[in-house]
């Protein structure tokens, strides 16, 4: 992969920025990324799609680091949010969004729109229920393909004084999650296992996208390494065994969670153990999938020791 105009190397070059000036911790994971970049030209077919998401995630990770350490100096980007700029953001899975400002996302909201909250980072969105939400997200959009709602016309004030109209009222959480629920179970039903987020949304769900997992009603909705697929499980009791999994594996070195990862997630040593040093999103992803995999495999006792993981 080719490519001089990853995000972050931009920031860098538009910027001036000398890269030892930045802190130690951002210069570490530019230099794994680097690496990882040297690594990806020399990679095979089967595993350069996998490295190229990586890639481009890590990218995006930096770019934010960079915005973060760099928020009082900027001089040069041209993406920075205008009260009345509006652009198309298209996610990597082709999901497109209409980029509103803040002021005008509480607005359509106000006027029963549909309005999302946008996580850039992880490529992740979540639908404002409550006017509160506006402020868990630092974007907000609406989805490209609905019609854009039109300037509120003012109608002429009647001569005798009516009393005012109800407002719609609006679906409140607890229906939303049964509404939710629904559809999971539909899903279940028809014994699929997996689904993608574009689906989802089709189908009609408005809960938020917005972690690697979501309880909805008696399901869980598990987000996959790598891709936009939520796993559909029925809830039960080996939630707290996975969290106390998790707990397990994130006491681990980065060596030997990336040994155990390989032998049981059959994944290559080398290339995992360069990527769990050069991210700690993917750490936290690949501890959470590989208490997946331990959890509900028929293997699970013989992982467990493997792990050296006792209950």
Known sequence: MKNNTYKHREFIHNNDIQTTTLSPMLQ?????????????????????????????????????????EYEQWLENNDDIEEDDKEIIYT????????????????????????????????????????????????????????????????????????????????????ENEKHDEAIIERLFQKKQKRIGRTTLRELGFKGKLDKKEHIVGKYTLSKALFSYTYYLEVT?????????????????????????AAYILSLDLDKTLSWVLASKEYRSKLEKNLAEKISSSDNKESYLKEIGFKS
Do not use: C
């Open 91 to 174: 996610m990597s899975d082709g999901f497109k969004w209409m980029m509103i400002p803040k002021k005008k996302a509480l607005e359509l909201f106000k006027n029963n729109h549909e309005v999302y909250g946008v996580n850039r980072s992880e490529e992740t969105e979540g639908l404002i229920e409550k006017e509160a939400d506006l402020e868990d997200y630092e974007a907000f959009g609406i989805e490209i393909g609905k019609k854009k709602p039109a300037p509120k016309k003012e109608t002429p004030k009647p001569k005798k004084e009516t009393p005012p109209s109800p407002e719609p009222k609006k679906a409140d959480a607890s």
């Open 28 to 68: 570490k994971r530019i230099k794994g990324f680097e690496e990882l970049l040297d690594d990806y030209e020399h990679a095979v077919d089967e595993d350069s799609e996998k490295m190229k998401a990586h890639i481009l995630q890590l990218d995006m990770e930096l770019e934010e680091d960079l915005y973060d």
């Open 236 to 260: 039960s009791n080996n939630n707290s065994e996975k969290e106390a999994i998790i707990a397990h594996l994130k006491k681990m070195s980065a060596e030997r969670l990336a040994g155990d």
